[in-house]
């Protein structure tokens, strides 16, 4: 029981994310559904760091949200020059690649 | 061994001895000269092929005086081995080929005889053939036909003598057909090159057999191949071969000679190469090409000697086929218009005489029949040149264009005179000195029937020499010597303006015809029997002597002890020989023994009354048909049956091109040819159609069915389905990046589905 509810909420964190990440138009909250993804990963490192006793998925952890940081720095610098040239947002509007 | 000691006097050697193989040299140089540069030098590369014989004439003369020295520096019996110089010329497996010299007494005597007269017939053509369009060609030909001669003659083994041998056959023709232009010239040459090497296949034949019998042999004994012409000749008297093999083995060597030497039934050859130049007839048929055959027998003698049993009882094939060609061709003269085919006639008759005296044991006098032969023959068929050049307009037609000619050409007449006395056998002219010693010794070994032979021939020698004389010297001057303009056929020498009309020659013509007649005048004079032993040089300087040879030492043998007290009368000289009739038990032997017949002054008369006999039937004869025509005489051929029959013989060669043509070469050849080309026709050309035609169908149907359908197909439907399968996969490609999120997480969905369901 102890495990799966940290499991379950992790679960819970991804969909929410994913669903984010698939629905949602403003690219802003695109990237913070990525930022939601990436914690639930670290949930789940966590959980399994302490259920075997070891350190490994804290460090792991640790480093996720450092690079997390860095891709969501990244992340808005995008958005920011999108915003000025497209004067919007919307990743709908993105489809230049389209086949 | 019991004499050992008083034989082992050294024997002189010398620098024209030692390098005699320069002598062929010389030539074949000159030739690669001519044909090179010749065009470019002053007298068209003529020169150089005189220098060449010149040369190669001193030098002859040079090995012919050490020769001499060398023979005097021997013992009286002893073997006066020849100087012998071998190099390796090629090696294959455990073949080795080698080419060299071998001079003794025959070889120098040859090689003596080809220079001279190659000397003075280039001469004489330097008039002869002045302004030939070919002229310098022809020179080239003449200079390799003398080298393949001498190369022949010094050969020290039996390759070397085939080269030589057939550098001639290709010179003869070439030289044959020097005037190709022409269809007969052309067809004559191709004869004479195609008679000769029906026989020439005989010669490989032999050479090949002795070499397999004999090597092994000579190898151990001598340390020499079997191709050595020395070792050969041991290996022969030595007792060792299969009398069976060695006898095909000189069947076959003798039906080469046949075919070189004119010899029946290959003799065919011989008069149509009457259509060559002048001088190249008088080469051929005095000292080279001809005298080849004869020379190959002498040089080989006791391999002759012991496969066809000479001295045997009864005939052997040499005899018999020298018999029926001096009586046949003989015949043959008598029927010719043609100046030049008597005389190639009359050589063949000689010929004849040659290989009747070889087969019968008499190699002494056969050897200088060649010998005196070269000179006079050779100087009767340059002044027939001489007549054609400047009197008859290039004819040599004795009826038609000749005549009277004794005023107007003295030298040529006075020449041509000598020589056909020379050539009947007339006491002192040389033709005597050795045609009657043949006939002599014939019949003394003991050949009766041969020996009458050789006096018909005689006979008739003189008979038709005599009617060739008269019509060309005697008489009324008729066509062409009477003055008579006739259209010049033969554009090939350019006249200057005064030549029209008889007249004598030019000192190039001239001075080469007095030279010959002079030696066969005089050449006799080298072995005249009549006048005792110390006359008889030839036989002292060229005779090979039957001794047996040990290592380097001489043994003299138990005949040779005979010999010494040998009259001819005494019944123990033959039988005690040792060399030839028995096996030596120690040494070897180079030389079978051979027997001389005494010379008798009244069998020499009743060959000499035979000649003259001849002559004065022939002169009456001559002068009541040709001059008188005489109604008697005149037509007789035609009026009584027995004559007619047998004029009509002649005059169709006994028929013997016919057979050769007619028969021979239709029932042979064309019968091959026929069935060959339905093979083609039928066989092969059936085997190519139907390839064909099943290929056209195979490649139709793999066009249709495997490049059309399967390789086509395979590209257009790749291309056709990514076409779909691209359309149907292009609404994917949105760009929408929501979307292709979904489908990312929907894959990564499915994916950990896959391996939560392969990891329980």
Redesign the interface.
Known sequence: MFVNQFLFLAAILFCIGVYGVVARKNAVLVLMSIELILNSVNINLLTFSLRNGSTDGHTFALYIIAVAAAEVGVGLGLVLLVYRNKRSISVDDLSEMSG | MLFAEQVLTPLSSGWFLENAWLIPVIPGIAFAMIILIGKRMPMKGSELGVISMLAALVLSVGAGYQWIQRVNSASEEQFVSPVIKSWTWWQSGGFEFGIGQHIDGLSVLVLLVVALISTLVQIYSLEYLRGDRRYTHFFAALTLFSGGMLTMVLADNMLLLLLGWEIMGLCSFLLIGHWWEEDVNSKAALKAFLTVRVGDVGLLVGIIMLYFTANDWTREHLGVSGFSIRGLSAWALSGEPNSTVIMIAAIALFIACIGKSGQFPLHTWLPDAMAGPTPVSSLLHSSTMVVAGVFLVARLYPVFFVGLDILGDGGNLIMIIGGITIVISAALAFVQDDIKRVLAYSTVSQLGYMMLGLGAGAWMPAVFHIFTHAFFKACLFLAAGSISHSASHHSFDMKRDMGGLRKVMPITFTTWIISTLALTGVFPFSGFFSKDEIIDNVGNNGYGLFMIIGLIGAFLTAAYMTRATYLTFFGAPRGASAGQSVNDVHDHAAHSPVAHGPHESGALITVPLIILATLALGSGFLNATPFGESWERMKLWVEPRSEVVVEGIAVASESVVVSKNYSPQSEEGHASSVCGSQTPETGVCYAPKLNHAPFKWPKAMISLMIVFLGMAISWVVSFRLYTKRDPKFVGLTQRVSVLRAGHKLLVNKYYLDDLYEKVIVRGIAYPIARTAYWFDQKVLDGIIHAVARSARLVSGWVYRNIDQRIVDGAVNNSASATKYVGGVV?P???????QY??LL?SAAAVAALVLVIINT
């Open positions: 292009q994917t490609q949105s760009g929408k990046v929501s999120g979904a997480f």
